[in-house]
């Protein structure tokens, strides 16, 4: 990977070293918020909770204070005047255009309504909890008003794109419009709608051997040899267990992820530490030159991450946990090591059957154990009540009715109650909105993989043989190594040629059902 040193042409000088270190500092407060959240969920003791709340929330509240301070401003103003004569695409102007856009988001925020928003956020949680444990709607139900209302006078504030709900969308999932989304959307259903339908009438593969007895140990040791094999880098990486997998980076060098386990159900932990690995060698690839950077740090959301946007992430973990992992040159190459590594469980098993099992889909309740094909009904669907919420046109107490009827639509299913449905999810009790990214990662996901195998022939060639560094160049040099530099949009488009198109999805998604239920 080449790597820019900047400053190497004798251009840079003092004004733009001086808001690099400032927003190096701002960094530095979002890492250590970061190594904070990252230790309370997998060594903390429960009893540190509230503090460590308070301690999160004060380096976020210094970094977006630091932010917007005269010293900041100062140094952006002195910054810009000093690169004002570089070339357009230099990508010094583009850090400063990072922090001046955020600046002015922030400032359009009134501290008032983050203020409220916060204090809801504890009250609201907690009624949810209450809710969802007596699967009882109308118990939450207030507390998300209330929330609505905050997100609306935040959507107002904001005042980006053509609707309260793309204002929103701007943390996220910048640039994403309403009628993009439409057109997503509707092509992903009229293309997989019928395969859900096909797949309800077929037989389903074996998969009793997936329940048996796995123990713990012996998962996490495969899991994490197979996340190294498609190319995480342990020397600038960690594996732990949790109870909610997830991954964070405190800068490329030190990106830790984790995975929980089921004994009695194999595919969680292994699929899991390969779509956290996918995550992972995002953020370990990006250029080293940006580290501590505007590129290297979301100061919109106030998160230190390399990866340009959720959707754009999810495009990584996605790729690798079900393109490559779950494909079927995959596990020609590896089920020999499953064999070895779960002997007694995978007896009786052919590599053609674990294939399939790994593979089946089946509607279900739940959206965090959706399979592959069902996965994207399920953020369909809260995508759309999320928006009507936003602009008013769903009522909060109509919301488990839209829902239970919404999953009828998409997913063939009747919901049991609201503990199964409307109240399964976390994310709308913190006033969270955006499960659009997602889909829009599957999306971009196979996408992405497509251009790359047309595009160099070796990349199919190593996949056939478990050599994936061919396809993790190619992602590294088109993808990772730029961080935030360029958006999701001109990401795909300077990959691929074009924006978010769901061909490439639709026909990956109809070859492989196609394949494993014989349709
Ligand atoms: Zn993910």
Not at 58 to 75: P, Q
Not at 383 to 393: A, N
Request: hydrophobic share 40%.
């Amino acid at each position: 990977m080449k790597t820019r040193q900047y400053g190497e042409k004798g251009q840079t000088g003092m004004a733009y070293a001086q808001l690099m270190d400032v927003t190096g500092r701002i960094n530095d407060f979002l890492n250590a918020a970061n190594i904070l959240n990252w230790d309370s969920r997998t060594m903390m003791p429960r009893a540190g909770a509230e503090t460590r709340g308070q301690q999160v929330a004060t380096l976020s509240v210094a970094a977006r204070d630091l932010l917007c301070s005269d010293e900041t401003r100062r140094a952006l103003e002195s910054a810009e005047a000093e690169i004002s004569g570089l070339p357009e695409g230099d990508v010094r102007h583009t850090m400063a255009q990072h922090v001046r856009e955020a600046i002015e988001y922030h400032e359009r925020i009134p501290t008032s309504v983050l203020r409220r928003k916060e204090e809801l956020a504890g009250v609201a949680h907690d009624l949810w909890a209450d809710a969802r444990a007596a699967s009882d709607f109308s118990i939450f139900a207030p507390a998300l008003e209330k929330m609505i209302e905050i997100n609306r006078e935040m959507a107002a504030a904001i005042g980006i794109g053509s609707h309260p709900y793309e204002s929103l969308l701007h943390k996220l999932e910048p640039g994403t419009r309403i009628e993009d989304l439409d057109v997503l959307f509707g092509r992903l259903r009229d293309g997989m709608l019928p395969l859900v339908r096909a797949i309800g009438e077929a037989e389903q593969p074996r998969s009793d051997f997936l329940y048996r007895h796995y123990p713990a140990k012996d998962q996490l040791a495969f899991a994490l040899k197979m996340a190294k094999r498609i190319g995480f880098d342990t020397d600038r990486g960690r594996y732990d267990t949790t109870v909610h997998p997830f991954e964070v980076s405190f800068t490329r060098n030190d990106v830790r992820i984790t995975t929980r386990v089921s004994e009695n159900y194999m595919p969680m932990c292994l699929f899991g530490a390969l779509h956290e690995a996918g995550h992972a060698m995002y953020e370990q690839g990006v250029d080293p030159a940006y580290t501590r950077t505007p590129l290297a740090t979301d100061l919109i959301g106030l998160y230190a991450v390399g990866g340009v946007s959720y959707g754009a992430h999810e495009s990584q973990s996605r790729l690798w946990e079900n393109q490559v992992g779950r494909s079927r040159e995959f596990w020609a190459n590896h089920f020999g090591e499953a064999r070895d590594a779960f002997g007694d469980q995978l007896a009786d098993v052919s590599e053609d059957e674990f294939f399939r099992a790994i593979n089946r889909s089946m509607p279900s309740l739940i959206r965090v154990e959706a399979d592959e094909l069902t996965y994207d009904f399920h953020i369909m669907l809260r995508t759309d009540i999320e928006r009507q919420m936003t602009d008013g046109s769903l009522a909060v107490k109509d919301l488990p009715e839209a829902w239970n009827a919404k999953v009828k639509e998409y997913l063939c299913i009747d919901v049991t109650d609201d503990a199964n449905g409307v109240l399964q999810d976390v994310h709308w009790s913190g006033g969270q909105v955006g499960f659009c990214n997602y889909t829009i990662g599957n999306v971009m996901a196979a996408q992405l993989f497509d251009t790359a195998r047309a595009e160099n022939p070796a990349i199919q060639q190593g996949l056939d043989k478990a050599d994936y560094k061919p396809l993790q160049n190619w992602l590294n040099e088109k993808v990772c190594q730029h961080g935030r530099r360029y958006s999701r949009d001109e990401l795909l488009i300077n990959a691929t040629g074009r924006a978010l198109d769901p061909e490439p999805y639709l026909t990956y998604l109809t070859g492989k059902y196609s394949e494993v239920y014989g349709l």
